[in-house]
């Protein structure tokens, strides 16, 4: 029984990497594993809730690429700018984390779901932020709430990115990151 939810997990894995949530449907799915559709239902009840797992996975590669590809006691205004480039990067390429961003409907699923962790960019920044804390690099009046009001608008600066004057964005985005840590740094 294992072995056919995990050809399932694959597939709906595989599937929503090539077409997104919307180009995916259970009969995409079930059709790449090789099992009956109702087969499908004996693992999930819907599309929504094997997305859901989908992203977490994704979610918690992502994070664990990035996270360790990087040396983390690095001088912050260094490792900042290219931790959140790296992410970016990511989320740009991949249609499961683009989702979270793109579709209100998953993004208040996955919000909602308390086994899930938050995002992939602001746990791996707030990750971050909480080392460069507990190494006293942070002001004493900026706290985390105030951070992650911070760096949530530049998730949204990025997101609208094609509403800006055209001109050097990744400088753009560069320059906004290095105001916010300038911000928060000592």
Known sequence: MQD???????????????????????????????????????????????????????????KQTVLNDNDLDEEPR????????????????????????TNPKL??????????????MYHTVFQLIKHWQTRNLLRPEMTMARVQQLFE????????QEELPTGDYKQLFTDLIEGVLDRILK
Do not use: C
């Not at 993004?107 to 995002?119: A, P, R």
């Open 153 to 160: 608008a530049l998730v949204v600066v990025n997101n609208h």
């Open 107 to 120: 993004k208040q699923l996955i919000k909602d779901n308390s086994s899930m962790q938050d995002d992939f």
């Open 4 to 62: 056919k939810q995990q050809k399932i997990f694959n597939s709906a894995q595989q599937m929503f990497k090539e077409y997104g949530f919307k180009g995916t449907n259970i009969v995409k799915i079930t059709q790449h594993a090789g099992v009956a559709t109702g087969t499908f239902y004996r693992f999930y009840n819907s599309k929504e809730e094997i997305f859901i797992q989908v992203y977490a996975a994704e979610n918690d590669r992502v």
């Open 78 to 101: 260094t490792l900042l700018p290219k931790v959140i480039h790296q992410l970016m990067a990511q989320m740009n390429v991949s249609l499961i984390l683009q989702a979270w961003y």
